[in-house]
């Protein structure tokens, strides 16, 4: 791991946006990391706490030194927990809306959305309304559009906001996208006492925390790269930055007990170790957008998480420094842990702990692994590694056929063109003597048995995931725009109906992306009308041709980021980013349908628990991507799957792994399962009485997976056609070279 630590030099800073960019640094020291890295865990205690439903209009939460809990929100109320999260005190209602709350020793502020002022609650939670009404105003000469953390440190306030200002009063900020993005945010110092407010002149900062022990951080992004920066208040200059060549996106941060804890738009709830930059933990149904939505308290991280609306402790540090994550726990249920005492009644709990590392290559690489490596290891005492592997798949290839035994797994897309070769070359370890794996799929659906099972009856691979191209859809807009559902069912149709709702989009608006689609529209034609086995393989019929003569013309594919199909429509085009259940493309009031995979509508595993399936769902209907030309054509899943390498020197271990994994699926894997034939699999789950999920079940059961053929499917000679460079008889021939070079292959 690369890591990179400088100390400041006294130079400007540099304009402000959504993470940070600072001034340039130089400078190393080792013995300075320990002002960062270093920590002091001798007051930690492991708390009994009970996850807090959020009631109606508790946005918000801040821990008191005592550790007992407040929140509030838009709905004007104030309430307080105890220490565990029982116990449950409606402290206050008013006109007010106390969008966020800090604390600073016995003092508790808060941004009063209301008044337009910064306040602090003064008197004590139990005395009537005086919490609240008599709250001390300290500024109201700063108006905020939105907050992305408020932390308070020695009697000054400083908080992380974009400004109200007359050209943004109506603008929508969707955190979440997986990069930097500028929504001109300022650190605003606002004096406690005398209500002075100042801009600290800081760039691109994404998050900022106040440690237990009296620091401040800020969390930023600069030329390319993310760091984590230790300020010095009283010099006000940052005095030492951090990063590590793994640091993404993190919508927020806390800093304790040497690790660095962050949410992150794709990964959910990290945990990173400070001394050597390694992941510890991952958690990805857990997610929050605002920075003082992370908390800690003597070694207790919480997170007001947005998955499941609820107020909860997802990690603790022990004094030792061990990271454990905690289970859910809900009040009046003790629960369990996932650590080492979880599961003790399970066939995974029973397993002897193994000290193994097993090394995983998966082709998206780390960050698009479907595994959650911490469960695995919290049932099985085995650590993971990923190796990351070449882009390349000639190079892959030869690392297969040279027989790398650096490699314990590798996970592949079942579409992937190494599948065949892996398959036909017996290049795996035969899974018929595992009973978890042969049990597990005697529970799939027929074609992921087919999938997972070779011509000579090895079982070679575990599926692990599977998503699937749907079309989402709101009946009641449907109806008022007269689109009936079938209409969407096949290729003509759907069309004409994109048509007809071009002049429509002020209104209402549908969600789709012209390249997914066409893509998807290749793959269908590709399984459902060509032969690789019996060389019959065309593309130049009157049914492609139709297909992409529709949808090659008009857009520019690798153009700008506008750029689309004039048929179709991007969430994009209104400003917004695909983040979770939360943005515009989730807007029941508004969207009328939107074609796109399954995991991007409901990117979240089993795990979620069936009332925020049920919420998310609600109101949505599900039809499968829409036939070509007939209805009995096969629809299909893009399925993730993991093998054992037979030259690994650890093949028993990675078995075991991929056993844990099996038996664990709803801890271990992060993403939706919908290829269970066996419906009690789900009821623990999923809401399975629900239409959408019906829905989802039927279109599973009925698809299939297809395997990659041809070795190059570059796709360029679809630009070159965008872009007048070869004509459209042309681009057929070079789609049909590229298939008939699979025939071979």
Known sequence: MKVRKLLERPTAFVVFVMLFAGSIFAGCGGDDKENIAGADR?????????????PEGMDSFVLRPDGTVLGGGSAGKLYAYA?????????????????FFCVDGERVYAYDGGKGAVVELTGKPGEGNTFLEDARVVTDAVSFHTIRNMVALDDKIYVLAIPLTEENTEAFYAFGSGKFEDYGEQVYCIDADSGEVRELGLGHIAAEYRSEDGRLFFYGWMEESYYLYEYDTEKERVSEKLTFDSMGNLLNVVVEGGYLFGISPSEGLVAVDLENGEEVAAI????????????FYRGNLYVNNQIGQQIQRVLTVGTDGTVVEMAEKT????GKETGDKADSD????KRQKRKETIRISASGGKYNTPLRTDAVRSASGMKTKVVEPSLDPEAVNTELMAGNPDVDIYVFSY???????????GMYVPLNESKTVTDYLGKCFGYIQRAATNDNGDIWMVPLYGSAETTWYIQENMDALGVKPEELTMFDDYMAVLGRLQDRKGDYWYYNNAATFLYECDSIYDYNYNNYETGEVNFNTELYRHIVETLWPGWDRYGSAEANHPLFYKVLQRGGVMTLGETPDFDRSSVIFKTTRTSEHFPYNVGMGTDKFRALLEGWRVLPFPKLQSASEKNLVALSYAYVNPYSKQKEAATEYLEVVLEGQEKCISMPLFFREDMEFYEPYYDTSAPAFQDLYGIFRDADVTLGYAWDLSTEYITDYQRGLISFDEAIDRRQKCAETGLYE
């Open 346 to 349: 399970t066939e995974s709990g």
């Open 331 to 334: 009040s009046g249920d003790a």
């Open 83 to 99: 220490k565990d999260g029982t116990g449950q005190q409606e402290v206050a209602e008013s006109d007010s809306r106390q969008a």
């Open 415 to 425: 579409g992937s063109v190494l599948t065949q070769r892996i398959r036909e070359l």
């Open 284 to 295: 990805k149904d857990v997610y929050a957008m605002y920075g003082n939505d992370l908390q």
């Open 42 to 54: 001798s007051g930690y205690e492991e708390l009994d706490f009970h996850a807090i439903t959020r």
